[in-house]
């Protein structure tokens, strides 16, 4: 896989310039604080930016600090990141305020090996916070910087220069992550990888990517785990008797070993205590 180098400069010109025209104005672009960055790009998954912004915008209210964080109650957490889906996330940023306050002395790492110990935290998580937080020059690989790299930079060979058709269909991850840092203008990691962001969700919406379809939601494990939580956030101590018609219309007593496995995954992962029969959040 062979770089121009004439035309990356080219190309990272007409990505600036366009971003420098048609750039978001996003909350969590106002501040370089590690946590405030972290809430906004685990809240971004899979989830649309304008509901993000005020979810962001009340979640902050509410935890305006890792310490503020790290001290809430998990039914608290949950009732403010409700309406995102996978409730894991939000455990999980609860999980990486304690770890920050009790083993950083509530400091965020600046280095992406800690980073990946913390709950939660991959590769592209780790460097969004090093690159929006930190300043560091470091190539931030999401859909969307995929997308550019796939529609502009290969399909149209603008860029690179591959060996043969197959080079591309054997991209690999490292292989993403490899031609995002050689695009990455230097000194500009910043503002190149928002610009890159803007410029898939805004230019190129239409492109069409594979992307691994979710297993159908409504009916699934997941979508079950998410009725018991919906029903504590509302009644806060339920019967464990009563939590199976609680959570599904047509629960039968045969179901009841189900219910159960179900219950103590929900008790071992943080979010549910059992307690003398009855159920409530931690």
Same mark, same amino acid.
């Given at each position: 896989?062979?770089?121009?180098?004439?035309?990356t400069k080219?190309f990272?010109?007409e990505?600036?310039?366009w971003?420098?025209?048609?750039?978001?104005d996003?909350?969590?672009?106002?501040?370089?604080?590690?946590?405030?960055?972290l809430?906004?790009e685990v809240?971004?998954?899979?989830t649309?930016?304008?509901?993000?912004?005020?979810?962001?915008t009340e979640?902050l209210?509410?935890?305006?600090?890792v310490?503020?964080l790290?001290d809430?109650?998990?039914s608290?957490?949950l009732?403010?990141?409700?309406?995102?889906g996978?409730?894991?996330?939000?455990?999980?940023l609860?999980k990486?305020?304690e770890?920050i306050?009790n083993?950083y002395?509530?400091t965020?790492p600046?280095n992406?090996r800690?980073?990946?110990?913390?709950?939660?935290?991959?590769?592209y998580t780790?460097?969004a916070?090093l690159?929006f937080?930190f300043n560091?020059?470091?190539a931030?690989?999401?859909t969307n /910087?995929? &997308?550019v790299i796939l529609t @502009?930079?290969?399909d149209r #060979?603008?860029?690179?220069r591959l060996?043969d058709?197959?080079?591309k269909t054997?991209?690999s991850?490292?292989?993403?992550?490899?031609?995002a840092q050689?695009l990455l203008?230097h000194g500009?990691?910043?503002e190149?990888?928002?610009?890159?962001?803007?410029y898939?969700?805004? /230019?190129? &919406?239409k492109?069409?990517m @594979?992307i691994?379809?979710? #297993?159908k939601f409504?009916?699934?494990?997941?979508?079950?785990?998410?009725k018991?939580?919906r029903?504590?956030l509302?009644k806060k101590k339920?019967n464990v008797?009563?939590i199976?018609?609680?959570i599904?219309?047509?629960?039968?007593?045969?179901?009841e070993?189900?219910?159960s496995k179900?219950?103590?995954?929900?008790?071992k992962e943080?979010?549910i205590?059992?307690?003398?029969?009855f159920v409530?959040?931690v």
């Amino acid at each position: 896989m062979q770089i121009s180098q004439e035309k990356t400069k080219r190309f990272q010109e007409e990505i600036l310039t366009w971003y420098n025209e048609h750039q978001r104005d996003l909350p969590w672009r106002h501040t370089r604080d590690p946590y405030r960055i972290l809430i906004s790009e685990v809240m971004s998954q899979q989830t649309q930016i304008s509901r993000v912004v005020t979810k962001y915008t009340e979640w902050l209210v509410r935890f305006p600090t890792v310490v503020v964080l790290a001290d809430a109650p998990v039914s608290e957490v949950l009732k403010y990141w409700s309406g995102l889906g996978y409730n894991r996330r939000a455990l999980n940023l609860k999980k990486t305020a304690e770890k920050i306050v009790n083993e950083y002395d509530g400091t965020f790492p600046d280095n992406e090996r800690e980073l990946l110990k913390l709950p939660g935290i991959g590769p592209y998580t780790a460097r969004a916070i090093l690159c929006f937080a930190f300043n560091k020059q470091v190539a931030v690989v999401d859909t969307n /910087v995929r &997308k550019v790299i796939l529609t @502009q930079i290969i399909d149209r #060979s603008n860029v690179l220069r591959l060996s043969d058709s197959s080079e591309k269909t054997s991209l690999s991850e490292r292989d993403m992550e490899e031609i995002a840092q050689k695009l990455l203008p230097h000194g500009k990691a910043y503002e190149w990888n928002q610009a890159l962001m803007d410029y898939s969700s805004a /230019v190129l &919406k239409k492109e069409k990517m @594979q992307i691994p379809k979710q #297993s159908k939601f409504i009916g699934s494990h997941r979508y079950y785990r998410s009725k018991v939580l919906r029903v504590l956030l509302d009644k806060k101590k339920v019967n464990v008797d009563k939590i199976g018609e609680l959570i599904k219309k047509e629960y039968t007593i045969a179901e009841e070993e189900w219910l159960s496995k179900l219950l103590n995954e929900l008790a071992k992962e943080g979010f549910i205590v059992i307690e003398k029969n009855f159920v409530r959040l931690v």
